[in-house]
């Protein structure tokens, strides 16, 4: 079975993967360029967090990334 092949034996998994992970990447980065107020402050730590921590990055984000409005706990 040459590598070819493997790789589209694996196809129909691999495919929704990289949808679901291209979805939540556009989806946290839109919220991070429309947010004005990001939790630790720094928009540039949370887009490195989003874009190299595949899957799991953009979901980090949405999950406690996120704020309303700034408060003196940061």
């Known amino acids: 079975m040459s590598v070819f092949d493997k790789i589209v ?3 129909p998994f691999l495919i929704p993967l990289i949808l679901i992970e291209l979805v ?3 989806v946290a980065l839109v919220d991070l360029v429309k947010r004005e ?3 630790g402050g720094n928009k540039i730590v949370w887009v490195l967090v989003i874009i190299f921590i595949n899957l799991i ?3 980090v984000y ?3 990334g996120r704020q309303e409005k700034p408060d003196d706990s940061d």
């Open 9 to 11: 034996e694996f196809l």
């Open 24 to 26: 939540l990447l556009v």
């Open 37 to 39: 107020h990001v939790r």
């Open 57 to 59: 990055g953009p979901i």
């Open 62 to 64: 949405l999950i406690f």
